[in-house]
Structures are given as C-alpha cells and as structure tokens.
C-alpha cells in the first residue's frame, strides 16, 4: 500500500512515512494508490466486535505492514483504552429515522480524540523505531488543537505548536490548549480566522528549508492517518443498524471535510452507504457548491459552531482528486485558481460523480438554536451546536430530498454540549457540565503566545522554540 500526492509528485511513501510527513511537499494531501474492499462477509462479521477489533480490521490494510500487527493491536487498544464509554463511540435513537453517533467520550469531548489518540502513538511508535525526533505544527478552530496536545502529552519525540484563531474559539477549547503542563507544547493565539492558521501551516510544508529545519509534521486531517482512524465508526454504526444487509445514511457536521471524507473511503471499501450529507452552518461554502458547481470563498461568520467557522474545507481536494479521475494537473489548475481568486469551478462530470454520493444543506443560526431547544422538549436529549446542525440539516434534507424513511439517517455528534455552554444555555436553559477530569479546567493557569498572522514570525517562532532546531537528540 503506497501513497501518491493529489497534485501529481512522483514520490510514492509507505502508510509510515506518510504518517510523518503530513502533507506532501508539492503541497498536496497524500491518498493511498487504491482503497482496500472489504466483503459483505467481512463486514457481516464485525457485528457484536469490540470497537478495537473492529478498529483492526479496518485501518489494518491502510499500513500496508509498515507497523507490525502486535504494535498495531497496542495502539489501538490503547487508543481507544481512553475513552469514557465502552462502545466508544454509542448510537442514541432521537426517533424512528434519526439517531445520533456520540463521538465525545473521548477526552477533550470532541470527535478529534477518536483519530488523534490513534495518531500520536502511531507517530510515537515511528519516531522510535527510527530514533528520531519531529515538531507539530497544526492549525485548529478549536477541538484539533486540544485534542492534539492532550494525545502527545509527555510524549518525548515530539514539539507540538498549535495555531489557533484568537478570540474566535470557545473558553473551554481555548483553555483546553493553554492549559496544558507540558513544556513542549505552544498554544499560538494567531490574530486571523482558521483559514489564515491553516493556510501558514500548509505554506510550512511547502518551504523545504523549514520543513527540514524542523523536521515537521502534522496532525490536521490532511494527515491520511487521521483520516484512515475516523473510518472505523462508519463501520461500527451501520453493521449495529444491519448493514451490510441494510443501507445507513450520515450526516456530517463539516468544516474542514476530513470527517464526512471518511465516510466516503468507508463506502469505497464497501460499506452499503446512502448518502453522505454534509451539513454546515453559515459559512455554507460546500453547500454552495454542490448547489452551483462553484467554490467560492467568502468572509468568514462567526457563529455558535465556531469549529465550524472555515471557508477553505482542505480534504474537499483529495474528494475532487478522485471525482476529477485521478488528474493531478488538472486538479493542480483548481487549486491555483482557489489561490489567486479564492475560487474555482467544478467540472461537470466531477459534479455529477460528487452529487451521486453527497447531499448538502447548510443550518442558519436561528434553525441550530431552535434545533437544539426541540430535541431537548421532544426527546430529553442536549445537543451541541455543532451536532444540532446536523441534526437540523439531517430533517432538511430527508424531507426536501424524499428520501426512503426506511433508511436511517444517523448524524454524527461531533462535540459534548459542555465545551460550548453559552450557546447550549442561550438555546434551551440548561448549563451542561463539565466532566470530572476537566471539572477544575476554568481555574487552571493559562500560557498562550500571540503572533500576527504571518508565516515568517510564526516559522521564527517555532526555530526559536523547537528542540530539534537547536539541535536536540
Ligand atoms: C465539533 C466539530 N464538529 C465538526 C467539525 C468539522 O469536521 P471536519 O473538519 O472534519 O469537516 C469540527 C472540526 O473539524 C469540529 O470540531
Ligand atoms: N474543526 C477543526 C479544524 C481543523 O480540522 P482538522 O480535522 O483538519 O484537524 C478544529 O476544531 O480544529
């Protein structure tokens, strides 16, 4: 199993050196050679399996046996060892068609800890056997960042520099970075939106002299680890409700597309999917172009799902890679177009082959709020902001789209309602409370370090700060 570039450079890397190298340097995102299937059979007998077991089976082929089955199985069991719920990631039933997928049990309380506590041990393991050191760098609107440095806490091969939108994430994400103990680990409040964070961190690996400086790496969803780990709970939920023998929708509260991209893959390999529904909120770039055939940048809107707040969805380019038949030049052209204008248009076919798979509305602030104060009247059940415009856009869709109500729609529920309490108690009353293991977090000291938005001071920041920079072991 090798791993090519989007954009068409002729390097080929193994599943680990993919891990470690995050994006490619012509900056494309790294896709493996051909998807893994896996049969009806196969799938049939993941039902009833532990999520570990399950976890196996699915990212097994992805690393190709660049990390030995023993290692591997003590990863996973270690990564998912951390997790509050024994099902690791539940299905709750809202009503006959809808159910929510609960992917916070994690420790930060968002779906990221499901695919970053996998990453950080996977990258460990690497570092290790190859006795070497890397520096993070990652760019979040939120729950990337915190579940980064919860996942690499202590973790001695690794600098972590998390670069973060300042003042546009909630105090409990931000506090989830700036709190952290660990000396190797800086929350960099940049003076931008999540686009600008990323955009800088995705310029990093395409400046060679950096990147070798500092032997970067990153834990973002353009990392194929990320993505490969978040495919399991497709798996998980549809064999629960029957599949393969009976089809599953989902729907996704997207931003940057890493996690509804899972799904995809997950249908590439044979899972008997729907539709794929991508939900956003007012920053409604995918909708849009899914309705119009044009991507089209705007300003960003601060809303109550600030993880949610991105106009630039980077994992949209390994989906339009494959709908564009595989034509890096061709894709390279979009790509630039999106630099220079902020926009482009989708071709024709790749729209026709996008639109067969995917579904996309968008959910208005006013429709999260109502969404979240409904499903606690009508079914005891508090959501997050960023889970209720799913579950609003879900409704929307399967009613404006006629879709067979015997198809279950399962929506998944990206965030615990406590990381976002203001928007959560505006909507319906209720204070959701933290967790015990985060009970003491708004009083914990905070260390953060603000930077303008500029790749420059945000690379001399990280040669200053890097240990392998200054020559570390
Ligand atoms: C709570 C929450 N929901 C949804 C998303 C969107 O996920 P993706 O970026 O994979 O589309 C994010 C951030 O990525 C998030 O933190
Ligand atoms: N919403 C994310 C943005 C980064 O997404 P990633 O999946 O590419 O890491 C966040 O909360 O940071």
């Known amino acids: 199993m090798l791993y090519h570039s989007t954009r068409g450079g002729s390097e080929r890397l193994t599943f680990a050196d993919a891990l470690l190298a995050g994006l490619a340097p012509d900056g494309g995102l790294y896709m493996p050679e051909s998807v893994p299937t896996l049969s009806h059979d196969q799938i049939r007998a993941m039902r009833g399996k532990p999520y570990a077991t399950v976890a196996f089976e699915v990212i097994h082929p992805f690393v190709g046996g660049t990390i030995d089955d023993d290692t591997l199985r003590t990863i996973i069991d270690g990564a998912y060892g951390t997790f509050r719920h024994t099902a690791v990631t539940p299905l709750v039933q809202l009503d006959?068609?809808?159910?929510?997928?609960?992917?916070?049990?994690g420790r930060t309380l968002a779906f990221k800890d499901v695919a970053m506590q996998f990453l950080a041990r996977a990258m460990d393991h690497v570092l290790a056997e190859r006795d070497q050191r890397a520096?993070?760098?990652?760019?979040?609107?939120?729950?990337?960042?915190?579940?980064?440095?919860?996942?690499?806490?202590?973790?001695e091969r690794t600098d972590m520099f998390i670069l973060y939108p300042d003042g546009r994430v909630s105090d409990v994400q931000r506090r989830q970075m700036t709190t952290s103990a660990d000396g190797?680990?800086?929350?960099?409040?940049?003076?931008?939106?999540?686009?600008?964070?990323?955009?800088?961190?995705?310029?990093?690996?395409?400046?060679?002299?950096?990147?070798?400086?500092?032997?970067?790496s990153g834990v973002n969803s353009i990392n194929w680890a990320r993505i490969v780990a978040q495919i399991v709970y497709y798996f998980t939920s549809a064999v629960a409700l029957g599949a393969p023998d009976r089809k599953v929708s989902f729907c996704v509260?997207?931003?940057?597309?890493?996690?509804?991209?899972?799904?995809?893959?997950?249908?590439?390999?044979?899972?008997?999917?729907?539709r794929l529904i991508i939900a956003t909120n007012t920053n409604d770039i995918l909708a849009r172009t899914l309705?119009?055939?044009?991507?089209?940048?705007?300003?960003?809107?601060?809303?109550?799902?600030?993880?949610m707040d991105i106009q630039v969805s980077s994992n949209?380019?390994?989906?339009?890679h494959a709908a564009m038949g595989k034509d890096s030049n061709a894709l390279g052209e979009l790509m630039s177009s999106l630099k220079q204008s902020g926009s482009f248009t989708v071709?024709?076919?790749?729209?026709?082959?996008?639109?067969?798979?995917?579904?996309?509305?968008?959910?208005?602030?006013d429709a999260v709020a109502t969404t979240m104060k409904r499903v606690l009247a009508e079914q005891g059940y508090v959501l997050d902001p960023h889970t209720a415009v799913g579950v609003a856009v879900a409704h929307h869709v399967a009613d404006e789209e006629n879709l067979d109500p015997s198809i279950p729609i399962i929506t998944l529920a990206t965030a615990h309602p406590a990381k976002f309490p203001a928007a959560v108690e505006a909507a319906t009353g209720v204070n959701p409370a933290l967790p015990p293991h985060l009970a003491d977090l708004m009083e914990r000291d905070e260390?953060?370090?603000r930077l303008p938005n500029d790749q420059k001071a945000v690379e001399d920041f990280v040669v200053s700060k890097a240990r392998i920079a200054a020559g570390g072991a």
């Not at 760019?139 to 915190?146: K, M, P, V, Y």
């Not at 949209?316 to 339009?320: A, D, G, Q, V, Y």
């Not at 071709?347 to 996309?360: C, G, K, M, T, Y």
Request: proline share 3%; charged share 25%.
């Open 316 to 320: 949209f380019e390994r989906l339009l």
């Open 447 to 449: 260390h953060m370090d």
């Open 253 to 274: 509260p997207t931003g940057n597309f890493g996690d509804i991209l899972a799904g995809w893959v997950a249908k590439q390999m044979g899972l008997p999917i729907d």
């Open 96 to 105: 006959e068609r809808h159910l929510v997928m609960e992917l916070f049990h």
């Open 135 to 155: 520096t993070i760098v990652g760019a979040t609107s939120g729950d990337t960042g915190g579940a980064a440095i919860d996942a690499f806490l202590g973790r």
């Open 184 to 216: 190797n680990v800086h929350a960099l409040a940049i003076d931008g939106t999540f686009d600008d964070c990323q955009r800088i961190v995705k310029s990093m690996f395409t400046h060679t002299a950096f990147r070798e400086q500092v032997a970067l």
């Open 347 to 365: 071709p024709e076919e790749a729209l026709e082959a996008l639109r067969s798979d995917f579904s996309a509305a968008r959910a208005g602030e």
């Open 291 to 307: 309705e119009t055939g044009r991507y089209e940048a705007a300003d960003v809107v601060q809303t109550t799902s600030p993880s």
